[in-house]
């Protein structure tokens, strides 16, 4: 008995340490020992992204023994702020003051540069109120009301007969709605569809468009460690940025709503939260929805960023000069391809998808175990999975038709000009001076076949999308008329020994003499292109027929889930304000255990770890730091809270309403959270509030904006 016993608790203890390890690693293959028909979904799968319209007053109570009033949740709405059209911010003192991230500043940092300046690798200090920099079109919102209008709008969608015809009056109801209200620089208010429709949220905004900046780090401060550090933990990151708000006449804003600065911030342990606008999430959606995000959206949507990244890559190489606004962008495509790449692996981790299909299996139950339910909704599921087949079978289509990608031979791009040249030609007939002088024509035919034209890549290329063309759409009459009814090299040869494509003598004669006479020349090619805008034509309109189709069942689905769950869910992220709470907690990963704080010291650690290369090179400030600067001080931490983009520049906050950081990131782990909320690994990154106050004060020394942040209040 005492054997077996010792190794039974030695067996729990290995299963233990296997889901720890498991979890921390993000396996994208499920251990043979465990049984997917076992797992099941978890309490806050959907997230906790609550909002201030349904707050869980009554968990927070239950969880952590906090009852906060309608006061509290109205001064925190207020004191919070949505930054541009990409961030979030609070504000922090009675002048106006404002946070947010240093990287949510990055564009207005390049904005306010002037010559002779490189405000990101110096950073920007405002010593006196009058330095603080106006940031051209750059604003700030906050929400000031918030009105349910879902029985107007639903009453109004009672008679419609078809999906689009759901839409239309859908948005005519909106604008109706927001049509009722001043609509200006200042004041606005917009509808909101939470649980994709079952519920309508009216939110009044006032907006601030006078915003100052006050004080930004260098970018090495701010984005220690680059791509590589980014989405993980342990992080040592001074990444937050101050603004400043003014009012009509030029003199910073008064404001009653603002968060006080707790010095000695967030501790182990401490029940936070992270007031914020989260950009988008999908967890409502049902497990056919995300297995075609899987195989079909997030793929293309990855390889999209890719192409965009080289693109300005090749410019910055081609053009340093244009690297300041480019490189912003550079980085917020870097940024969103590890998100997506994140978000796809989540996507292919069998566990993860199986609490999806749990979810979802027992909400079918509750649905079809209730007649009234079941005769409303118990369809609903099989209609979008049908949808999403056909939708499948179309963009498998797209795909093979594509010629515009990388992936495709240049010929098809080639014709495409061709086309474009000849339209112009037809449309200069009217007039007197022709579209294109022989001289333009020939350069711009010779520009088809530059020196470098790489033949073996294209016809390689070509070779693919022949195959690629057999393999979807079977032995059709267009891949014969393009191949010859031939396939492999022999279709490549085939193909090119009836092209007029490589021929500019031939293209030059055509064009001169009736242009028309080229397109109807029968090439091989040109009759492919022009077969692939059709048929391309085609199936759009179907992929929009369904696309209109599944938004309907969204909202649909959304009633369901509204109906069985009430405000027991969260909706997913609008972009809108949300409160989500957690607690300050490290975890575990690699193997080991990230610290729930981390301190200065490991700043220089990883900077002399990786001898001060780029990007973990550090402002000499930061190597000769004044003798009072604390390096132990806490620096960045982590939390359970439910974040995800959008929340970038969110106040953290303790009970009392204080700030205790500013969140600007996810851990790797959270990288799923697209659709679905895990908090054993999920955590958001923050600065710490002492952290920020030690660095503003003792090594930038900008004491007025310490002082600041202490008192409340500009002493100017």
């Avoid at 911010?89 to 991230?101: P, W």
């Avoid at 929805?289 to 080289?310: G, H, K, M, N, W």
């Avoid at 660095?695 to 500009?714: H, T």
């Amino acid at each position: 008995m005492k054997f077996s016993s010792v190794l039974f608790k030695h067996s729990l203890t290995l299963t233990f340490f296997l889901l720890i390890f498991y979890q921390s690693n993000s396996f994208s293959q499920t251990p043979s020992w465990l049984d997917l028909d076992t797992v099941k979904a978890g309490k806050f799968d959907m997230g906790k992204m609550w909002t201030f319209e349904y707050p869980p007053t009554e968990y927070f109570m239950e969880v952590y023994g906090f009852e906060p009033d309608d006061s509290w949740y109205e001064h925190v709405q207020l004191a919070t702020l949505k930054f541009a059209d990409y961030c979030s911010a609070s504000f922090v003192s009675e002048d106006g003051l404002i946070m947010s991230n240093h990287h949510c500043a990055r564009e207005s940092v390049t904005e306010v540069n002037q010559e002779g300046e490189d405000l990101h690798k110096d950073g920007f200090i405002a010593w006196e109120l009058e330095d603080e920099r106006p940031v051209p079109n750059l604003y700030v919102e906050q929400c000031v009301d918030i009105k349910d209008v879902t029985e107007e709008i639903h009453k109004a969608l009672e008679s419609v007969k078809s999906d689009s015809e759901r839409f239309a009056i859908e948005s005519e109801k909106i604008a109706e709605i927001e049509s009722r209200y001043p609509n200006n620089e200042e004041t606005f208010a917009k509808v909101t569809p939470l649980y994709f429709g079952g519920k309508y949220s009216l939110y009044f905004y006032k907006r601030y468009n006078d915003v100052r900046l006050v004080f930004a780090p260098e970018s090495q401060a701010g984005y220690f460690g680059g791509d590589f550090d980014n989405f993980t933990y342990p992080r040592y990151n001074l990444d937050c940025s101050f603004f400043r708000v003014y009012d009509k006449d030029g003199n910073p804003l008064k404001v009653d709503h603002y968060f006080k600065w707790s010095e000695s911030g967030a501790e182990p342990g401490e029940v936070v939260f992270v007031p914020g606008n989260p950009g988008s999430t999908t967890r409502l959606n049902t497990v056919a929805q995300l297995e075609y995000a899987r195989d079909y959206t997030y793929p293309q949507t990855i390889q999209l960023i890719e192409s965009f990244i080289l693109f300005l890559e090749n410019i910055v190489k081609e053009d340093p000069g244009s690297s300041g606004y480019l490189n912003d962008q550079l980085l917020t495509y870097y940024n969103s391809k590890k998100a997506y790449i994140g978000m796809l692996d989540g996507l292919r981790d069998p566990v993860l998808m199986a609490k999806k299909k749990d979810f979802e299996n027992n909400l079918k139950e509750k649905v079809q175990s209730d007649t009234v339910l079941n005769e409303k909704y118990g369809d609903l599921w099989g209609e979008i999975e049908n949808d999403l087949i056909e939708l499948y079978e179309l963009t498998n289509e797209v795909a093979a038709l594509s010629y515009s990608s990388f992936d495709s031979p240049e010929y098809c791009l080639i014709v495409n000009n061709l086309m474009q040249i000849v339209n112009d030609m037809q449309l200069s007939k009217s007039d007197s001076i022709s579209a294109f002088t022989d001289e333009e024509l020939k350069a711009a035919i010779d520009s088809f076949f530059p020196k470098d034209f790489d033949y073996d890549r294209n016809n390689g290329l070509l070779k693919n999308k022949i195959d690629l063309l057999y393999e979807t759409f079977g032995d059709a009459e267009f891949i014969k008329k393009f191949t010859g009814g031939k396939m492999g090299d022999e279709a490549v040869e085939d193909i090119l020994s009836h092209t007029i494509l490589t021929s500019p003598e031939i293209m030059f004669e055509l064009l001169t003499t009736e242009p028309d006479s080229l397109l109807n020349s029968g090439d091989p090619f040109i009759q492919y292109v022009q077969y692939v805008d059709e048929e391309n034509d085609i199936i759009s309109e179907r992929i929009d027929e369904i696309s209109m189709k599944e938004m309907t069942s969204n909202q649909i689905l959304g009633e369901v889930l509204f109906e069985v769950y009430g405000t027991s869910i969260p909706p997913d992220a609008t972009f809108t304000l949300r409160i989500s709470d957690g607690i300050v907690k490290g975890f575990a990963y690699n193997g080991t255990i990230a610290p729930p704080i981390t301190t200065f010291y490991g700043m220089l650690d990883r900077y002399y770890s990786f001898e001060g290369e780029f990007p973990w090179d550090l402002n000499e400030r930061w190597l000769d730091a004044p003798e009072e600067f604390d390096y132990s001080t806490p620096f960045n931490f982590v939390t359970t809270n439910d974040v995800v983009g959008g929340n970038s520049g969110s106040p953290v906050i303790n009970k009392d309403a204080e700030i205790v950081g500013v969140s600007f990131d996810g851990n790797i782990q959270s990288l799923p959270g697209d659709f679905i909320y895990d908090p054993e690994v999920n955590r958001s990154v923050a600065v710490h509030s002492a952290g920020m106050l030690e660095a503003i004060k003792d090594l930038y020394k900008f004491e007025r904006l310490a002082e600041e942040l202490k008192s409340g209040k500009s002493e100017n």
